[in-house]
Each structure stands twice: as C-alpha cells, then as structure tokens.
C-alpha cells in the first residue's frame, strides 16, 4: 500500500458536524503531524481511517481503490485510541502475546524490549499503569506492530520530558531503520516540529493547512516594532493576527518577506509552526483594537 | 558537538553551519568520517529528511563528500574553503551591517577605524 486518501469526508453526530468535507493523502514512509485544538476532529478522522467510525459521507480509499472487508487494508493500519478498549486485568506482557495472535507481524520482541527501555513493568495489569504509562503502553504497541501506517493519537500525553525524549529518538531510530508512514495527532506542537515533515492543520473539522513543514514555515513571517510603524507596514497586506503588548506589536503576516526601506524601525521574524497553529486555529475577531 | 536551535532560522541551515563550526575548530578534521544522517536524525531528534538537506548543503559547497557504502567524509582543503567563506561573510554580516549603523548615528569613518583599534588594543 502506498497512500491512504480520505475524499470528502464528513461526519456528524447527533446535530454537530465533527469533520466538514475532508480531503487528505497519507503517503508512504513519512511523517506527518496531525495538528488541532482540542475537539478539532483528530481523533473522529482517525477513527474513520481505521474503520472504528463509518463517516456520514465520503470515502477512504486505499491505492486510489475502495477499500472492501476482505482487503488487507487494516492490516497494514494500527491506531490505537484510548486504551480502555483492552481487559484492564491483564499484564502487558500478555496482552502484547494476545496483540500477535491478531496480528502475526507484531514483533513481541521490541515491544518487551521497549517496555524495558521505558522503565515499565511488563508484569503489571493495564489498569495499575498511570497515565503516562498508559500512553507509553500505546506507543510501544503502535511501535511494535510491523505496520506501514501507524496513527499515534496524543502519543505524549502525561509523559515527562525525559520519557518524551526516548520516545522522539525511538520513532526516529525506527523511522531510519526502515521507513513507515507515522502520523502524529497532537496538541502539542513545538516539541514535534522538528521531527514532522508534513503538517496538516486542522479546525472546527475542517482542514485549514495540509503542506510540507518547509513550505508552511515559508508562508509567512512576523514583523514587530513600534505599534504605528506596525500598522503602517501591515496594511493592505495578508495578516493572520497582531500580538500586542503597551505600544508595542508583533504581526504575522502571510506572504514573501518585504524587509526593503523598513529594517530600522522594524523588526522581521521567522514564523514557528506553533505561531502558525496558534494564528490558525485561534478564535476569530480577537484584533483587540 | 552540542546543537542548540533557535528558532529564528531553518534547522537544516543550522545543522549545516554546526557541522561547519566542527570542521572549523578540528572536531571533525579533514578526511575523517561525520556522523551519519541517521545518527545526527536521532541523536538531535530531528526528521531525517532535515539532516539529509543540511548535510547535502555541504555536499554541494565540496566540504564533505560521500563514499559509496562507508558514509560522509570531510573533504581535503575543507578548512581553508570554509575559513574563506566565513571570512566573506564576515565583511557582510559585521563590516557592512557594522558601517550601516556608523552612518545611521553619524560615526565618521576616521572615527570608525579609531573605534576598531581601541577595541583591538583592549
């Protein structure tokens, strides 16, 4: 399988729309980020991917095909979403032997060795784990699954910065090794941007960006000075918001950077992806005067 | 090699000016090995397809080079190549923004030269 595609998806629940005509391609060997605010639709769009949630209109699609039941398509997928799906009593060392009777590529192997790594205790029950430990027990059956897609939601939700910065070099180390596609949905954004190459941006379930990290980062640029000279400079051009502080005032600006005849009383910046995310996703009509 | 990114610039031109910094100072000398894009992807966390875009840029100046099946090898003459690029962005970075700002607050140039060699004397 080389690429998933999502075409015009939408889904609702009751009266509220979770995702709005969402139209996405995961290629393989790459490493997206999938980014949104809390209730932005990442976790309803992997559901959908992963067959748990039928979408109210659209289609995934697999290789341009429709997917049908007796394709391999799951196989080659592994999400896992809240871990309260799995018997609560049981050690993880046997639920990672009962994952492989499901699925013959789980490599039991690396996910005990990953276990170890983490400074888990593979003989303990689901439900004795805290929440960090719960989120390292997902990413270490994500990591070990031998598929070709694999959708970590949250991936580093509850886990210290120590835990963190294993798990960062463990998906790299592995990405390296042999190249799978990873798609990483979270709301927390600096600390993966150096990791993703793909960024898609999610807000109120629709796709607000889906481009490469390098051309987003291009896209844009942030000018800072004095509040008037801001003001002068801005106007007529693209602005995605103005941070203010006392007279002072930071724009981000969509477009090519025009520094020319403006670098004494101004200030030019690069934009972060979580500028980006944070001027994106932001409530709208916050210019406050 | 210790790599602190700021994030005012693309990583891969830091990555690349980094591994320049170590060539420099004789960290990694000439025709020794530098870390492959796999080690530098994981040891300083970051996409392999950004270690592979720094590295290239030093691929393309001729200060590393690429052998088939053993990794990437600081070229012969990379110290002095690098020292006279350096030394041209010298003069843009420091001399040109440096006469810049002389003129901007009114600094004549005799006063400029003797500004530079009382910093050089102290």
Known sequence: MKKITLSGI????GGSRALENVDLTFESGKIYGLLGRNGAGKTTLLKILYGILYPSSGRVLSDDKEIRINDNFLGNLFYVGEPDYFPVETSLR???SETKYFRPEFDTEYALSLTSLFGLDSSKSLRSLSTGQRTLFKDILALSSGASF???????????ANRRDILYRTILGKYNESPFTIVISTH???EISSIVEHVIILHEGRVVRDEPLDSLLASGYSVSGKKDAVRKYISGKSVMGIDALGGFECAYILGARQENGHQDELEFGRLSLQKIFVQMTGSKGGDDK | MELRFE????????????LEDGILSGAFPEESQIPSTTEISV???MNPATALKGINLLVDDGIIYKKRGLGMFVSEGAVEKLSDKRKEQF??????SMIEEARRLGISESDMIGMIRRGCAS
């Open chain 2, 43 to 45: 040891r300083f966390k």
């Open chain 1, 188 to 190: 927390l954004i600096e």
């Open chain 2, 91 to 96: 003069f843009e970075r420091f001399v040109c």
């Open chain 1, 150 to 160: 694999i959708f970590l939601d949250e991936p580093i939700l509850g886990l210290d």
């Open chain 1, 10 to 13: 939408s889904k609702s629940f």
């Open chain 1, 94 to 96: 046997k639920l990672f």
């Open chain 2, 7 to 18: 994030e005012e610039r693309p990583i891969f031109l830091q990555l690349a000016e980094q």
